[in-house]
């Protein structure tokens, strides 16, 4: 009879679980109150009773538990990047967040990376937190700045969303214009990279193509970012440093 016995096969399975909270709030206020309660209670488990805190919620909580549950959504949203970036592998070229260059931080969170990274401005300036764009998280963020700002437009919500992140005044032409060198299509394609020695033709919008200087490339200057932008070309009269968009590799046989 026990011959007649067979071995049950294992069945496996996996399955997501949902941060819910987010569906069952639809104010950004409440929302932030009752998990700061929840990471209170859970912190005051792990402590003695004399320093436990019961006290109300304080501004510098509330902005912990934001980044909290912006990290949250973060990993509900980008789930394969953060998981490259954690491994430093490159994102795929149909990631939506390629363009900017993003990074996890000291806490775990995504920000923006690209060439602000070379500005003056300060950390959180340069480096904003990446915020999903369908998340109920960022509706709800939008929303609360819409009703605090009494209905405004979409550029003046726009704008104070950012500068709580960024924490200082931003003038008009740095929310208008350094933002936009944060996309730059033209560093994203994989190019053949100019090298040490070879002979280049120095553009010059000031004369005639054909009389624009020849010379040959003797030193790199990377910056920051390991991208070639700069080189030093040796001339017939002399050595100039030049921006690689302003000089043309002319192709040569290998013969």
Not at 96 to 116: A, N, Q, S, Y
Not at 213 to 231: A, S, T
């Amino acid at each position: 009879m026990l011959n007649n016995v067979t071995d049950a096969k294992r069945v496996t399975f996996t399955t997501t679980i949902e941060y819910d909270i987010f569906s069952k709030i639809s104010s950004l206020r409440t929302l932030i109150n009752v998990s700061a309660y929840c990471y209170r209670f859970y912190d005051n488990t792990k402590k003695i009773l004399i320093n436990k805190n019961s006290l109300h919620i304080d501004p510098t909580e509330r902005e912990e538990v934001l980044k909290k549950l912006i990290k949250v959504a973060q990993s509900q949203s980008f789930p394969t990047e953060i998981k490259s970036l954690l491994k430093n592998y490159a994102l795929k070229p149909n990631s939506v967040l390629l363009c900017l260059k993003p990074f996890i931080d000291k806490d775990g969170l995504l920000r923006v990376g690209g060439r602000l990274t070379l500005s003056d401005l300060n950390y959180s300036a340069k480096h904003q937190l990446i915020l999903p764009k369908h998340h109920i998280l960022t509706k709800l963020i939008a929303e609360n700045e819409h009703v605090r700002l009494l209905h405004c437009g979409s550029q003046t919500l726009l704008n104070s969303l950012r500068e709580p992140m960024v924490q200082h005044f931003w003038k008009r032409w740095q929310k208008e214009y350094l933002h936009g060198l944060q996309m730059r299509n033209k560093w994203r394609k994989p190019t053949t990279p100019i090298k040490v020695g070879d002979l280049v033709t120095i553009v010059d919008d000031n004369l005639p193509t054909c009389t624009w200087k020849m010379g040959r490339v003797i030193q790199l200057h990377p910056g920051k970012d390991n991208e070639v932008r700069v080189v030093t070309i040796k001339t017939a009269t002399s050595e100039i440093k030049r921006a690689i968009n302003k000089v043309c590799v002319l192709p040569l046989s290998d013969n």
